[in-house]
């Protein structure tokens, strides 16, 4: 019989809650604990772990505290276990660089929510049909990464490769930006219904599809904030900019300009990329990687680069000598761009139909 797989969860959140719940369905045995012992308590009363403490035996160790304590709990939990050890903060750039050169390390961020605040709110499909990012570096070990992956595509999430500094960059634009600007709204909002009691009850369903994350747990964003500042300004500055031009284009009762900005927007918004396609549509590419930190983070981070999803990867090891292969699927549409980087990188790849 073989021996159940062990996790251990730091920080019992929401997100902390609902990893436990999505791998213990999956057959894991997962430890957790918590600064808090009360929701380590309750963790366990909700199913959310099968017991309190450190797990130094575990494969893996998720730690999902607020992000200015998640450098000090990813070293603790690799000086005390021999797994695997990733994380979930929302930012990346300053966990990586904290680390420092650690090969069981690869940082993560799953971009998924709820409403629901701490481990209450826990729920096991959280992570289904959710984007997963994975930020491996050049001193990652490839089978480390690819476990991870592997873990990560298990909970039902889509897993998605960058540099940190790059997925610091862009979440600052899809996450961080776009939560203040909610709430600027909403305060906004609010205080005009000081005057004008009825506008609250006006806000029909764009308003409050537009402000929905600014009902998210507020005490997390100070951390945010200072963590990934210099992106979240640059970012805040382009939003600045942008709504400057808007409002030169409203003044000035441009008609034809403020078309053909909104038919922009609207473009780019139905391009938003859809979910797995068919198997039909998907092909295998065969990749030889040499046995070296970095090889297998340099093929993914390409892939994300040229925006081609991996949706799935495996590596297969020769016993003989200092390379294996990996085989990883990917659109059919964007396979000979991702070969052709590839074989500027020097990986001379091959590639097969699914079908």
């Avoid at 990813?74 to 979930?88: E, P, Q």
């Avoid at 441009?254 to 068919?278: I, N």
């Amino acid at each position: 019989m073989l021996a159940r797989r062990r996790a251990q969860i730091v920080g019992l959140g929401l997100i902390g809650g609902s990893l436990g719940m999505a791998l213990r369905e999956r057959g894991w045995t997962v430890t957790g604990r918590d600064s808090d012992p009360s929701r380590s308590a309750r963790a366990v009363e909700l199913g959310a772990v099968d017991g309190v403490g450190t797990d130094t035996r575990a494969d893996v160790t998720f730690v999902a505290t607020p992000v200015k304590a998640v450098a000090e709990e990813v070293r603790r939990a690799l000086a005390s276990s021999k797994g695997l050890v990733t994380d979930v903060g929302s930012v990346k750039w300053a966990v990586v660089d904290a680390v420092g050169e650690e090969a069981r390390f690869v940082g993560g961020h799953p971009m998924a929510g709820s409403e629901r605040e701490g481990v209450e709110g826990s729920d096991a499909n959280l992570f289904r049909g959710a984007v997963w990012v994975l930020t491996p570096t050049e001193r990652t070990d490839g089978p480390a990464f690819a476990q991870i992956r592997a873990i990560v595509s298990s909970l039902g999430a889509e897993a998605v490769s960058m540099p940190p500094e790059a997925h610091d960059r862009m979440v600052a634009v899809v996450s961080h930006v776009p939560h203040l600007t909610a709430a600027t709204l909403m305060n906004l909002a609010d205080e005009r219904a000081t005057d004008h009691r009825a506008l609250l009850r006006l806000a029909a369903g764009g308003f409050r599809d537009m402000t929905r994350i600014a009902s998210g747990h507020p005490a997390i964003w100070p951390d945010i904030c200072e963590e990934n500042r210099e992106a979240i300004v640059e970012a805040l500055d382009s939003l600045l900019a942008h709504l400057a031009d808007v409002r030169a284009v409203v003044a000035g009762g441009e008609r034809e300009q403020l078309t053909k900005m909104l038919e922009e927007a609207r473009e780019a918004r139905l391009s938003l990329p859809v979910r797995a396609p068919r198997p039909t549509q998907l092909v295998e590419l065969r990749i030889p990687v040499p046995d070296r930190p970095g090889a297998i983070a340099e093929v993914a981070i390409t892939a994300s680069e040229l925006l081609v999803n991996i949706y799935d990867l495996e590596i297969a090891h020769n016993a003989e000598g200092a390379t294996g292969v990996m085989h990883v699927l990917v659109e059919a549409a964007r396979a000979d761009a991702l070969r052709r980087a590839l074989d500027e990188r020097g990986f001379v790849s091959s590639m097969r139909k699914l079908v």
